[in-house]
């Protein structure tokens, strides 16, 4: 069926989707070494720092990163022991019950962020509790808890309860059984979970822009000012994030072919 | 329960089902719950908040009908009016577009996914999947503005365009399709990774066997896709439409900044009938207006598809 | 240290399922005692209530003579060598031995000695460092056991530990699991589906079947005088005919009568049958008259080293076996030779039917 031809055809089709995806983040990086004030790379009118300095002077972008950063802090912190408990919790429960739970946990991941955020919002205020990034770090918490519960749950598959009898058989308190026997099993998929659960609300939008009142993230602090005069300043921007995300994704790879070359000595 | 208590003591227990209910009750259930009795509230002043006027019933919902206009409608060459209102055109079109947008990203993913899967050899895969995760990894504000800075008037784009003589002056990418060919090209292009991964695990799951026998027994490629490999894919199909369906109708960030002036989302709608007439309650019954939909949706996909909910969730 | 252990008409019901049914035993302290029975019999069930894993439904679990209702698992003075064996994977084999020491808050050097001195008394030097994955099943056993035996448990609990072992493997581990009973005088509770084992470790056998214990006794009692009919067949081999018990005390089958030995509860209206160790039995082409006899053809013939066993078939088509030592002066019949099954009355033990066995089809 698939002749040579068709394989060349998805062969180019492969290049060309890739170039698809990539060029236009190309472009937009291109835009930020160019001194028009235009954010474009075309037309080129010279080669400037320019809008690096001002991304850099620029206070208020800095006062919305630290919005994010405390944020995605505060996120990672409330959502990975409610991950971790809800996993534990489902685990051990079966049949209907685990059923249902299962369902209720996971429904945040398919609500739209618009209605995470509305909800969230409505019902604080019922509270007397105002908008703000605090109830956006409540907000986010709702659904990337659920990722964390995921990955968690899975790592929990591959554990043999039985090393907890056994530390329970030795004398061991439930804290300690937990402490030096399930939790270092989690550990890789915690970690996994805590870098997820940052990066998820350092790039979420909907729901913070609900929640957020008049405070600044970085996403809301371009996504808003985006139609009103774009500078090449968020280019700048750009090209640094971009940057920071190639080189994480070369060093995870080269560790995980390192890691993958250890195996294969050790086996 | 009682098993739990056993293996982990009352004090772990507890926290767990704490930890639990905190989420479960005070970050989701409640708070849709309050949404989903706003709704039905009316937008008073402050005073009179729990009076007499503070009554239950449809109006917010049903004032997605008021305010019917005349709204005049191009379709390829054939104008016709329609006697609407506003807000409900809106969430009509919002609607449709996503449904184009979704169709669209499948019918770019589907090569690329059995490219993937069954053609590119292993050894360049894990080349070409990192590369792919770039664009993933950068976030959704960056690939939107990608895209915005690529179709905007003067653009790149329409540059390259001019320089090599295709066009004459500037185009405005974003005002076809009523307004909002800017933003399905982004949607495509900011989601199109959602529908890949989905359809591309199916595929691998896909014995090539399978499609050899087909090929042996004389099928066409046409019908070698149509009748083994798409049924299997089903899905993973499912799963990335239902996907990218509801990030699509549920986009904020890129209706925001790239629809033309007379085009709108109804995610727009909802942010301004929250924070510009503060009405809080109609926002909330046009929030969950959106959410009965994307849920009739997905459940018809299913459906449509004949998958579970447990095939879907990742 | 050492203590009893004693059930006390221990039921466990899951469910709807029955488990363990009024079991009554007592354990002496510093006895190396085994559970026997095949799969699903409760053996496994009666490990977990003593070791505290669940509690019975009904009845006392004692060990030392104290009551263990509502004692968790962690405060009780035993110590547990799982199937699987459940070595702590991340840990080193000096921190899984020494984990037990850990949790009571023994700092790092006294823990690391003790490890070694454990070491040393099950053999296994020098594997301190390494990890768990890194060692031979036999290792790990040892290991397991080195990890129980250093929290000085009063009883220790084994879960069909050689199970997972290939044979010679095994038959080394019983000699040392026997050996470091007797060192320590722990009370060691062993369960197995396994006779052969059962009878070479233990000072005490139970046999149990579907929640009820059938016998316990002394491994020699439990081979050669077996209470009942599930007993017989379990432990050893045997020679089976059916038939009914008479008034004279004969027990009249469809190939004869025989001069037999009743065992406990037997009488004449009793469902029973009638076994015969095949080591028992001599083949005699002439017996002598009122001698029990039955007469047969042999089938085939193996030999397995210092005996042979003997397959033969009655005239109704019942197989029988005779296990004869290897014995140059007198050597077995031909294969396709007609001979007599004979035994001694003393040999020939009549038992009731326990409803714990399953009769049709045999074997």
């Not at chain 1, 090209?239 to 920071?244: S, Y």
């Not at chain 2, 729990?50 to 109006?59: E, F, Q, R, V, W």
């Not at chain 2, 800017?182 to 529908?195: A, D, P, R, W």
């Given at each position: 069926m698939k002749t040579t031809a068709s394989h060349r055809f998805l062969h180019a089709y492969g290049i060309v989707f890739l170039a698809y995806l990539i060029v236009p983040l190309l472009v937009m990086g291109g835009a930020a070494f160019n001194s028009s004030k235009f954010p474009s790379p075309l037309p080129w009118t010279g080669f400037t720092w320019r809008w690096f300095n001002e991304l850099f002077a620029d206070s208020n972008m800095w006062w919305a990163t630290l919005n994010t950063l405390w944020v995605a802090i505060a996120v990672v912190a409330l959502s990975v022991p409610i991950g971790t408990g809800a996993a534990i919790l489902l685990n051990n429960l079966k049949g209907r019950s685990r059923t249902i739970l299962y369902a209720v946990m996971i429904a945040p991941i398919l609500t739209p962020g618009v209605v995470i955020g509305v909800s969230t919002l409505v019902f604080w205020l019922r509270w007397g509790v105002p908008a703000g990034l605090h109830l956006s770090i409540l907000g986010q918490t709702s659904f990337i808890a659920a990722y964390v519960m995921l990955m968690v749950l899975a790592r929990l598959q591959s554990f043999d309860g039985g090393l907890e009898e056994a530390a329970l058989d030795l004398g061991a308190s439930h804290w300690q059984s937990l402490r030096r026997i399930l939790l270092p099993h989690l550990y890789p998929a915690l970690g996994t979970a805590a870098v997820l659960a940052f990066f998820q609300s350092v790039e979420n939008f909907?729901?913070?822009?609900?929640t957020r009142g008049s405070q600044m993230t970085l996403t809301v602090y371009y996504g808003a000012r985006g139609r009103s005069g774009v500078s090449p300043t968020?280019?700048?921007?750009?090209?640094?994030?971009?940057?920071?995300?190639?080189?994480a994704a070369i060093g995870f790879e080269i560790w995980r072919r390192r890691k993958e070359a250890q195996k294969k000595l050790a086996a | 329960m009682q098993a739990m208590v056993r293996r982990y003591g009352g004090f772990i227990t507890g926290l767990s089902l704490a930890l639990t209910a905190f989420w479960l009750l005070v970050l989701v259930l409640i708070p849709y719950f309050d949404m989903f009795e706003s709704s039905f509230r009316p937008y008073l002043p402050?005073?009179?908040?729990?009076?007499?006027?503070?009554?239950?019933?449809?109006?917010?919902?049903l004032s997605i009908f008021h305010n019917p206009t005349d709204i005049k409608v191009n379709f390829f060459g054939f104008e016709t009016k329609l006697f609407m209102s506003i807000h409900l055109w809106v969430f009509f079109l919002t609607i449709a577009f996503s449904c184009l947008s979704t169709f669209l990203a499948f019918l770019l993913c589907y090569p690329l996914a059995y490219y993937l899967a069954k053609v590119l050899e292993p050894g360049r895969l894990a080349t070409f999947m990192l590369i792919l995760i770039i664009p993933m990894w950068v976030s959704e504000l960056l690939r939107t503005f990608a895209m915005f800075i690529l179709l905007a008037f003067n653009g790149p784009l329409t540059i390259l365009l001019q320089s090599i003589g295709v066009v004459t002056g500037g185009v405005r990418w974003t005002w076809s399709l009523w307004g909002y060919?800017?933003?399905?090209?982004?949607?495509?292009?900011?989601?199109?990774?959602?529908?890949?991964?989905?359809?591309?695990?199916?595929?691998t799951s896909l014995d090539s066997n399978q499609i050899e026998a087909a090929k042996d027994l004389g099928a066409s490629r046409w019908r070698i896709h149509r009748r083994v490999v798409m049924p299997h894919c089903k899905p993973g199909i499912a799963s990335g439409c239902v996907t990218v369906f509801m990030l699509c109708v549920g986009s904020l960030l890129v209706p925001g900044l790239l629809n033309s002036p007379s085009s709108q989302w109804f995610t727009e709608l909802i942010y301004s009938r929250m924070f510009v007439e503060n009405d809080w309650n109609g926002g909330a019954a046009y929030a969950f207006l959106m959410l009965i939909f994307c849920t009739i949706f997905?459940?018809?996909t299913m459906r449509l598809f004949k998958v579970g909910l447990a095939d879907i969730a990742k | 240290m050492t203590a009893s252990v004693e059930l006390r008409g221990v039921t466990m019901d899951f469910d709807k399922y029955r488990a363990v049914d009024n079991v009554s035993v007592k354990i002496e302290p510093g006895e190396f005692f085994s559970f026997l029975g095949p799969s699903g019999c409760g053996k496994t069930t009666i490990l977990r209530m003593v070791s505290g894993f669940i509690e019975p439904t009904q009845g006392q679990v004692l060990i030392g003579e104290q009551d263990m209702a509502g004692i968790g698992p962690n405060k009780r003075p035993t110590a547990m060598i799982f199937q699987n064996l459940a070595l702590f994977p991340l840990m080193k084999v000096w921190e899984n031995i020494s984990f037990g020491l850990e949790v009571r808050g023994i700092d790092k050097a006294a823990r690391r000695k003790r490890a070694e001195e454990l070491l040393d008394l099950v053999d296994l030097e020098g594997v301190a460092d390494r990890y768990p994955a890194q060692l031979s099943g036999g290792q790990r056993q040892r290991v397991a056991i080195a990890r129980a035996l250093a929290v000085e448990p009063k009883v220790m609990l084994l879960d069909e530990p050689l199970s997972a072992l290939d044979l010679k493997l095994r038959q080394h581990m019983r000699a040392e699991l026997r050996a470091i009973q007797k060192r320590t005088k722990v009370t060691f509770i062993y369960i197995t589906h396994d006779q052969g084992e059962a009878l070479a470790m233990s000072d005490r056998v139970a046999v149990m079947s579907r929640g009820h214990i059938q016998q316990v006794d002394v491994p020699q009692n439990i081979y050669n005088e077996p209470t009942n009919g599930f007993v017989a067949s379990f432990v050893g081999e045997n020679n089976i005919f059916t038939g009914a018990l008479s008034a004279t005390k004969n027990f009249t089958t469809d190939v004869g009568a025989f001069a037999v030995t009743t065992g406990q509860g037997v009488s004449h209206d009793s469902k029973c049958r009638l076994y015969v160790r095949p080591e028992h039995v001599s083949l005699v082409a002439k017996p002598k008259a009122g001698a029990n006899a039955v007469p047969a053809t042999v089938e085939d013939i193996s030999f397995e080293g210092n005996f042979a066993v003997v397959h033969l078939r009655d005239k109704t088509g019942r197989k029988l076996s005779a296990e004869l030592k290897n014995d140059a002066s007198t050597p077995p019949p031909a294969v396709g030779a007609s001979t007599h099954v004979v035994f001694g009355p003393e040999h020939a033990r009549v038992l009731l039917d326990s409803d714990a066995v399953a009769y049709d089809g045999e074997e």
């Open positions: 909907n729901t913070t822009q609900f968020i280019n700048a921007l750009a090209v640094i994030l971009i940057t920071i995300t190639v080189v | 402050f005073v009179d908040i729990g009076g007499p006027k503070d009554i239950y019933s449809l109006n917010n919902y060919s800017g933003v399905v090209f982004t949607l495509i292009y900011v989601y199109v990774l959602f529908m890949l991964f989905p359809v591309y695990n199916a595929m997905v459940t018809l | -």
